[in-house]
């Protein structure tokens, strides 16, 4: 299984929470799934400790990415295609981070990690 880990649950498996659900958490643990990480979670999460909005307890966004190569994550940049397809979502979810996630779960076949019902809507396969 392919998955795409949105922002929330990035941040709840960096932290090891328990919102992150069960079914989420065995299925990013799971051998032989392929766990993607966009860049675009780390421009949301840089922006956000940056503005206080959000904090890392015992790392900074710069060490995000060592511990998503650590865990052999895949890093998944944009594409014009994802930014094409962004733009051309239904107008139901106005979240740029989540639209962005979204086309590139829908471009790259890849289901959503999520809790947020927002991305059923936009289109994208969702796991929760």
């Known amino acids: 299984m392919r998955l795409l880990l949105d922002t929330s649950a990035l941040l709840w498996w960096l932290e090891d929470s328990d919102t992150l659900s069960e079914n989420a958490r065995r299925e990013i643990d799971r051998l032989g799934n392929t ?42 940049s944009v594409t014009m295609e994802h930014g094409l397809i962004a733009g051309q979502l239904p107008l139901v979810h106005k979240d740029p981070w989540d639209r962005l996630l979204a086309a590139q779960a829908i471009v790259e076949d890849i289901a959503v990690v999520s809790d947020d019902e927002a991305f059923d809507v936009l289109g994208a396969e969702r796991l929760w």
């Open 35 to 76: 766990i993607f990480v966009s860049s675009i979670s780390l421009y949301e999460v840089a922006l956000k400790v940056h503005i206080g909005k959000l904090t890392l307890p015992g790392r900074t966004p710069s060490d995000v990415p060592g511990t998503i190569d650590a865990a052999k994550f895949v890093r998944l």
